[in-house]
């Protein structure tokens, strides 16, 4: 366990939808992090937050946004969804002190786009 | 921007066989750390090399770290079922507040 929660666990929608994963990073971790995952695929970077503000930008869609709350959990909306957005969607967690920047992920919400 | 590469993308071996992953980045890295990700699971960190030349062991797995910082590798001694599973390397970004970049990574399959 990392002490990262992400849910739901599992999401199945239609396109055109829109949806909301939610992530919680470890205790005492300030930065969060999304990655999205196809199949046999490596983690795309998709955005990072510290400290509740946006710090980086990687792939991210138009239709995607994320944002940080002062509780410092994190929310991925994706939105206008298509086939080609199920994926495994990631969230990670690090503290950012000191040289140490190991990330920490979640187990992952699975979303399918029918 | 900068590019971790990681070859080779696939990895088939027989049980007890060695097994080695490279990582090669664009740019010199401060530190570079090492994720296993198991089918059906979550990237979960194996290690951290922060100095040039730096070998680490855990086991049966040997890391290192290039003499000039933008390459790395991952030798697994006598692979076991249990070593399945992808394994990434990433280095920072570049940027301050922990953001990494990841290779592609290296998908191993055991044969028992």
């Known amino acids: 366990d990392s002490g990262v929660t992400q849910t739901p666990k599992h999401l199945i929608t239609a396109t055109g939808q829109r949806v909301t994963l939610r992530c919680s990073p470890r205790s005492g971790d300030l930065s969060v992090y999304w990655y999205q995952q196809s199949l046999d695929q490596g983690l795309q970077f998709l955005i990072q937050?510290?400290?509740?503000?946006?710090?980086a930008k990687g792939n991210i869609l138009e239709r995607f946004s994320a944002q940080q709350f002062p509780d410092l959990h994190s929310e991925l909306n994706l939105s206008s969804l298509e086939l080609g957005d199920s994926a495994l969607y990631f969230c990670a967690s690090s503290v950012v002190a000191g040289g140490s920047n190991e990330q920490f992920f979640g187990p992952g919400t699975r979303l399918t786009v029918l | 921007g900068q590019q971790v590469m990681q070859i080779p993308q696939y990895q088939h071996v027989q049980e007890g066989e060695d097994f080695t992953t490279y990582c090669n980045s664009s740019t010199t890295l401060s530190n570079i750390q090492w994720y296993k990700q198991r089918p059906g699971g979550h990237p979960v960190f194996l290690i951290q090399l922060v100095k040039s030349g730096e070998v680490k062991k855990q086991k049966r797995l040997t890391f290192q770290f290039g003499e000039a910082k933008k390459n790395s590798s991952l030798h697994i001694t006598a692979t076991q079922t249990t070593d399945v599973g992808t394994y990434f390397c990433a280095g920072p970004a570049g940027t301050s507040y922990g953001k990494l970049t990841f290779g592609q990574g290296t998908i191993l399959t055991v044969h028992p």
């Open positions: 937050y510290y400290n509740g503000e946006e710090r």
